[in-house]
Nanobody, 132 residues
């Protein structure tokens, strides 16, 4: 059973929209946050958005705030977490990965230090390409 699996990536023109989905299985039941990260080859992985499963508190990076929305369809596994991406820019082009984060202070840890020290289950990622 795959613990975390993303879908929904693709190619879009600048200004367009995409919706990414991430299915998290029961294997991730004890995780506290679900988050989206992205990575461009040769660069560090960047936290994009995160959501706390129990209280719904969210985090967005400054680069996507106001354009991207993260949501859950359930606080309990199995669940789906979505990333609605609007007003896409070429600089949003990256491999987007979903992660189930088990740390007790996952949201603040992601906001402060990204994936440094992250304890979680990662998906394989889905490519998003935005053309100008």
């Amino acid at each position: 059973q795959v613990a975390v699996e993303e879908s929904g990536g693709g190619s879009v023109q600048a200004g367009g929209s995409l919706r990414l989905s991430c299915a998290a299985s029961d294997d991730t039941f004890s995780s506290n946050c679900m988050a989206w990260f992205r990575q461009v080859p040769g660069q560090e992985r960047e936290a994009v958005a995160a959501i706390h499963k129990r209280d719904g508190t969210v985090y967005y990076s400054d680069s996507v705030k106001g354009r991207f929305t993260i949501s859950l369809d359930s606080p309990k596994t199995p669940l789906n977490v979505y990333l609605e991406m609007n007003s896409l820019k070429p600089e949003d082009t990256a491999l987007y990965s979903c992660v189930a984060d088990y740390r007790p202070r996952c949201l603040s840890d992601i906001a402060a230090q990204g994936d440094k020290g992250l304890i979680g289950r990662w998906g394989q990622g889905t490519q998003v390409t935005v053309s100008s």
